[in-house]
């Protein structure tokens, strides 16, 4: 079995599985992808692929769940998260990620165990703070591919149910994520191995969407409340461990 082989099946079932918990969750392709990838590929192929191959799953969620979105809500996060994308192609083609994503992981653990703490009460989140969620996130995600679970956080916060989460974040994510595409375009980031991965990707990502679409149906909105603050609190854990071990 050639090298390449290897890449190639490890890139299917790593994205075959983050676009599973992305399809159930909202978030976390990345988070559930990237340690498997990780194994034989650069973290800069990484970010680039996944950001890549997640815009077809991102209008099949949006499709599915259009009369669920909270449309209005979500302008002014938008237009905020629009905005953080130059700042994260910065990052990526300039800066280390390493102080960033540490201080993200903590943020996102300790807003994440504040829901669990005051699961039966609602965080009061208004335009302006649910916006510059949305600004901070735009930028991690656009230069390290973690920061998602900083959306999830938000949109529970406003009590919305299921659907309306994995709608409202993927319709954020296409917005986001595209330009980011268009960004690493212009910034020249793109070779014929990230070509042929993000190619190679869009069968998994349609795989794990559709094995998801059956799953999501029989979970109960408190249940899919707890998976998704689970998933939270293990996205902020792996890339702290991680960027924390580099500073050793």
């Keep these: 079995m050639t090298e390449l082989t290897v890449d190639i099946l490890i890139t299917f079932f790593a994205l075959l599985f983050g676009s599973f918990v992305f399809s159930s969750a909202g978030f976390g392709i990345a988070i559930a992808g990237s340690p498997f990838m990780l194994m034989t590929m650069d973290p800069k192929?990484?970010?680039?692929?996944?950001?890549?191959?997640?815009?077809?799953?991102?209008v099949m969620i949006i499709l599915q769940n259009r009369s669920y979105i909270d449309y209005r809500a979500m302008i002014s996060p938008s237009v905020a998260g629009i905005a953080g994308v130059p700042f994260g192609l910065i990052f990526f083609t300039k800066v280390s990620s390493t102080l960033l994503g540490i201080i993200i992981s903590i943020l996102i653990i300790t807003l994440?165990?504040?829901?669990?703490?005051?699961?039966?009460?609602?965080?009061k989140l208004n335009s302006f703070k649910f916006s510059l969620i949305a600004f901070i996130n735009s930028a991690t995600l656009v230069s390290t591919?973690?920061?998602g679970a900083l959306m999830a956080i938000?949109?529970?916060s406003k009590g919305w149910r299921k659907n309306s989460i994995r709608g409202?974040?993927?319709?954020?994510?296409?917005?986001v994520e595209g330009l980011a595409v268009i960004g690493y375009m212009i910034t020249d980031q793109y070779n014929k191995e990230?070509?042929?991965m993000s190619s190679i990707g869009i069968i998994p990502?349609?795989?794990?969407?559709?094995?998801a679409s059956k799953v999501i149906s029989k979970v109960k909105d408190e249940s899919h409340k707890k998976y998704l603050l689970t998933i939270i609190i293990c996205a902020g854990s792996i890339p702290?461990?991680?960027?924390?071990?580099?500073?050793?």
């Design 45 to 58: 192929t990484i970010v680039v692929v996944i950001n890549t191959v997640s815009l077809p799953l991102f």
């Design 112 to 123: 994440a165990l504040y829901t669990i703490i005051f699961r039966d009460k609602t965080i």
């Design 205 to 211: 990502v349609i795989l794990g969407f559709l094995i």
């Design 154 to 156: 938000a949109v529970i």
């Design 194 to 196: 990230i070509w042929l």
């Design 168 to 175: 409202s974040l993927s319709l954020f994510y296409l917005l």
């Design 145 to 147: 591919g973690v920061g």
């Design 240 to 248: 702290l461990l991680k960027e924390a071990f580099k500073l050793f």
